[in-house]
């Protein structure tokens, strides 16, 4: 009978190791294989069933425990080998972490102690080789070579970082603000971290794989053997913290992770990006080469405990190791509990006899998957010992209790995320046939919960993280830019569709990006939506052209619409009645089409003015034969048809019948065309006069009032342009002042009158109100005298009547002149 044989295969990533280790174990009739990563150990799992079936494989984590009755190929987690089992095959996967100061030791464990029963197979780096040959001389070892090559690309922006890249962070927050910002320059990225379970972490790089997203953000735990289309590591940092403090990658561990570029026969490359400070050229080189400085001590624990009293299992725990080459690692945290408990008495008075300090120790391995700082894990391990030594199962009510709080699906990333490790604690708990009642529900249930969560962190990963729209027209676009062809439609109410997403809405010339949409993403759908505009803003430029007058609208806020969307702007012209048009901004018109918008809009704003104006341009047209006449019509043109102030030392009596005859109007306060006086004319002009000195448009009084109080705050002189005349208190419309005023003082030309009863109706005022208002228009009122007390009858009417005329006073007498007899006349008199 031959000897076991015992082969280690080194060598960089993709050497195709782990495939010639499970093409061995599966070629065996009996095999086990041990992986540092739960996610590892599903995984392989999963290719194992589907080559020699479920019923014959079997899955066992420190959580996780699959063992149909007829398993004979195990997938195992390093520290859950059932090392009790024989198996004519025995391998472990990344065998170089023997130098790990945390978990090493389990890793040297089964270098020295686990092995098949006709062949056992390390897996690892080269740089064990020195320390493996030494500690078990009779390995072969067999040195691959990397199957591709992999080189240095430098540094690169995260916005120019090629598709099918992973970016490596070493933090929580690190993966979480570099995610985000994938997500919105880059359409969206899939997340993997050691701490996300094994339907979570298979959902997301599904998400990569298939090809709905070109970005991988991943902590450290991606250099772990997960193989995955990556054509490009990025590192994000360089510092990662090791469990006690901070410290920079070596070369190995840098080379292990830059190695997920390139499977296979694919070359791979490797950089840096964001804030990482730059590979050192030692470092550089090592890394391409695959040449690193060989491991120089193992970690190593003592496994040959003593279980007589717990200081005695101290002692054997923490004894120093046999031989050159290994050394102590740092305290794991079965041994920081047990160290815990300890000092507690009552632990210790339970603790009695071997078989109960074994259950103790056992208790103490629960493995801390929450790593919270305070005692609660040594308290909940504390626990379990309770019960356990007192002969007791754990409680069916407070194993319900626990899955029951953690079963909840609500809550952000990171709750979610401490919910399962809370729930991997407890799958490790259940997973103890001895310690629970009914372990094939309470596993069961574990995974129920377990599958819940992860349903959950992969729904929030994913719509916190990707984008599948931008993702989709990224790619369509970079195609497009190539193959000249964009699925892409506007549809009848606007909605801008490109390659069967929508993308935001056009309205008029103007294109607006979905709400939801902002920065990096903003820009990449205003790219789409530039595409499929091309043919359509031509389109509207020519609607545009061939729209009737009625199409359009002017605005108070001197836009002007069309189909009720603003499209132009006024601005000030060579004169009041001649504004120039301004079509709004927009990115999708040339200099050509915006010609050809402004010359239709002028168009239409010229036949406005036209149309309702047209009383004051037959006027111009009707003077301009008149040579005197052109001056008041000059002036006229340039107020739009109304210029206020008195006429009468302005215009001569001759010329105001000729005026009136052609329409205008030379009155008491202004000159003007009555006809511009109604509500649309008026309203028309006050937006021109608005736009030609750059004010807002005022607000004019509704149609049909007469009269109205002045506003606080305002400009009389505003009203006055605007055809209103102040009067004392209020503002008289132009032509009822003008009206007023006229018939007032033919009726008071030659003595005082009575005050006409309507005229305060007429005017909309109260019979109080009159008397400051009439004296505004030049005339007064004289109060009515009262009755004597032996007088009877109606008293007299309040009477109106033109302003007194004052006679003209003496002119001052001049002084004499000092040597006249006058002048010493004068100073007697002084």
Request: proline residues 7%; hydrophobic residues 45%.
């Amino acid at each position: 009978m031959f000897p076991p044989r015992v082969h280690a295969v080194l060598g960089p990533t993709n050497t195709g190791k782990t495939h010639l280790a499970i093409t061995r174990l599966l070629a065996h009739a009996s095999g086990m294989i041990g992986f540092p990563l739960r996610l590892l150990a599903r995984e392989n799992y999963d290719r194992m069933a589907a080559a020699k079936g479920a019923r014959f494989v079997a899955l066992i984590t420190g959580e996780e425990k699959i063992v149909p009755p007829e398993a004979r190929w195990f997938a195992c987690t390093a520290e859950a080998m059932p090392l009790d089992r024989a198996c004519e095959f025995l391998a472990v996967d990344e065998i170089q972490l023997c130098a790990d100061p945390d978990r090493g030791h389990v890793f040297t464990e089964r270098l020295l102690h686990a092995r098949g029963t006709v062949e056992t197979m390390f897996l690892g780096a080269e740089t064990i080789r020195p320390l493996l040959g030494q500690l078990v001389p009779e390995a072969e070892i067999d040195i691959r070579p990397r199957l591709s090559r992999l080189s240095f690309a430098g540094a690169a922006k995260l916005t120019k970082l090629p598709p099918r890249s992973a970016i490596v962070a070493f933090s929580a927050a690190e993966v979480y603000a570099i995610a985000e910002m994938i997500r919105r320059r880059r359409g969206g990225c899939a997340v993997v971290m050691g701490r996300l379970s094994p339907r979570t972490r298979n959902a997301q790089v599904a998400l990569y794989q298939e090809g709905a997203v070109d970005f991988l953000v991943a902590t450290d735990a991606v250099g772990m053997g997960l193989n995955m289309d990556v054509n490009h590591v990025a590192f994000a940092g360089l510092q990662k913290f090791d469990g006690s403090r901070p410290r920079r990658l070596n070369a190995p561990e840098v080379a292990q992770i830059a190695g997920r570029a390139g499977r296979g026969m694919r070359d791979g490359t490797f950089g840096t990006t964001a804030t990482c400070p730059e590979l050192r050229e030692a470092m550089v080189q090592a890394v391409e080469a695959h040449s690193f400085d060989p491991l120089v001590s193992l970690a190593w624990r003592n496994n040959d405990l003593d279980f007589s009293s717990v200081d005695a299992l101290l002692d054997s725990l923490t004894a120093p190791p046999p031989r050159a080459g290994l050394v102590r690692g740092n305290d794991a945290s079965d041994l920081e509990t047990l160290a815990a408990l300890a000092r507690d008495p009552d632990m210790r008075a339970l603790a009695t006899g071997r078989g109960r300090v074994r259950l103790l120790w056992e208790a103490c391995q629960v493995p801390d998957f929450r790593k919270i700082t305070d005692d609660s894990h040594a308290r909940l391990c504390a626990r379990i010992f309770g019960h356990l030594a007192r002969g007791q199962r754990l409680p069916d009510d407070w194993l319900a209790t626990q899955f029951e709080g953690l079963s909840r699906a609500d809550g952000d990333i990171d709750t979610l995320m401490m919910r399962l490790a809370g729930v991997r604690v407890w799958s490790y708990i259940v997973a103890r046939s001895d310690w629970v009642g009914d372990p094939n529900a309470w596993q069961a249930r574990a995974r129920e919960v377990e599958d819940t969560l992860s349903d959950a962190l992969h729904a929030g990963l994913t719509a916190r993280f990707v984008d599948r729209r931008a993702t989709h027209l990224l790619r369509r676009l970079e195609a497009a830019e190539s193959e000249g062809e964009l699925l892409s439609a506007v549809t009848s109410s606007g909605e801008v569709v490109v390659e069967g997403h929508p993308v935001g809405h056009v309205s008029g010339f103007a294109f607006h990006p979905d709400p939801a949409t902002a920065g990096a993403e903003k820009r990449l759908v205003q790219r789409a939506a530039r595409r499929a505009l091309r043919a359509e803003m031509p389109r509207r430029v020519a609607v545009l052209e061939a729209a009737a007058d009625t199409d359009f609208l002017v605005q108070p806020d001197h836009t002007l619409l069309w189909d009720g969307v603003r499209v132009a702007r006024l601005r000030p012209g060579a004169s009041l009645l001649r504004p120039q048009v301004e079509v709004l901004d927009s990115e999708f018109l040339d200099g050509a089409q915006r010609e050809r918008l402004r010359q239709r809009l002028a168009v239409f704003v010229a036949g406005l003015v036209g149309r309702e104006f047209a009383p004051l341009l037959r006027a111009l047209e009707a003077g301009h034969a008149d040579a005197s006449l052109r001056g008041p019509l000059h002036l006229l043109e340039e107020a739009g048809g109304l210029v206020p102030g008195p006429t009468e030392l302005t215009i001569p009596s001759t010329l105001r019948p000729r005026l009136k005859r052609i329409g205008v109007r030379a009155g008491r306060f202004a000159l003007y065309v009555p006809e511009l006086l109604k509500p649309r004319a008026a309203a028309l002009r006050a937006l021109l006069w608005a736009v030609r000195h750059g004010r807002a448009t005022p607000a004019l009084p509704s149609p049909g009032l007469v009269s109205r109080k002045i506003p606080e705050g305002t400009d009389s002189e505003l009203w006055r342009a605007m055809g209103w005349v102040p009067a004392g208190p209020v503002l008289l419309r132009l032509d009822m002042a003008e009206r007023v005023a006229a018939e007032l003082a033919w009726a008071t030309r030659a003595r005082p009158t009575a005050l006409p009863s309507q005229l305060g109706a007429s005017l909309g005022l109260t019979a109080d109100a009159l008397p400051p208002v009439l004296r505004a228009l030049g005339l007064r009122v004289i109060p009515a005298p009262s009755l004597a007390e032996d007088q009877y009858g109606p008293p007299s009417p309040p009477l109106i009547a033109s302003p007194r005329k004052r006679a003209p006073e003496a002119a001052a007498p001049s002084p004499p002149k000092a040597d006249s007899p006058f002048a010493a006349l004068a100073a007697l008199r002084r």
